[in-house]
């Protein structure tokens, strides 16, 4: 089992849908959570950090965070095109661990 | 305005050359890390490094080394490059604790032929 695991997709939505995008993680002891947008041949760029459970929200972006359960979601309201990207999850695994662990992150795509 | 920069953004070179992927940050951050990606596939963490004079291996075997001398200043060495070492090399950095976020640099696309 991977420490941070993704639906690869892709996950194809509507412009102006909501897209869901989920993430599971293995190690009950983790406490940062973190959500990263990729665009085709570019680096990670950080939209939202969660660490407590519930509802983080952040313009169009809300992170979902269920400890109990082992996951967290990103709601993207009102998507448009250029939402279009892969959303990275990454999760400060553990207590003490050296460095965030990614997920293979979620291709989505918004229709016009 | 603070960032990270990464040199060169491609590369292509010979099997055997050693090559020097560099990267420099301005935002004072502590942390400091190299990870490796190939096209479509999740980050495999490869060096990290706490601040001066200490670097770690990450969970990804390579053949790869990394020195840091000064804070700002995290560079990646492969002394004989291989096809095997084609890939993406992203270094990125982070303030003090866990409750922080990375940012990334631009990466460097590496292909050895």
């Known amino acids: 089992q991977k420490e941070v695991e993704q639906n690869s997709g892709p996950l194809s939505v509507p412009e102006g849908a909501i897209a869901s995008l989920n993430c599971t993680y293995s190690d009950r002891g983790s406490q940062s959570f973190f959500w990263y947008r990729q665009y085709s041949g570019k680096s990670p760029e950080l939209i939202m950090s969660i660490y407590s459970n519930g509802d983080k929200e952040d313009g169009r972006f809300t992170a979902q965070l269920n400890k109990a359960s082992q996951y967290v979601s990103l709601l993207i309201r009102d998507s448009q095109p250029s939402d279009s990207a892969t959303y990275l999850c990454a999760v400060n695994v553990g207590t003490g661990r050296r460095a965030l662990t990614f997920g293979s992150g979620t291709r989505l795509q918004v229709q016009p | 305005e603070a960032d990270i920069y990464q040199t060169p953004r491609y590369l292509v070179i010979g099997t055997g050359k050693k090559i020097t992927l560099e990267c420099s940050q301005t935002m004072g951050h502590d942390k400091m890390y190299w990870y490796q990606q190939d096209p479509g596939m999740e980050l495999h963490l490869i060096h990290y490094?706490?601040?001066?004079?200490?670097?770690e291996k990450g969970d990804l075997s390579s053949e790869s080394t990394v020195s840091r001398i000064r804070t700002e200043h995290f560079p990646l060495t492969l002394e004989s490059a291989r096809p095997s070492h084609t890939s993406q090399y992203l270094c990125a950095s982070s303030a003090g604790t866990a409750n922080y976020g990375y940012t990334f640099g631009s990466g460097t696309r590496l292909t050895v032929v």
């Open positions: 490094s706490y601040g001066v004079n200490s670097t």
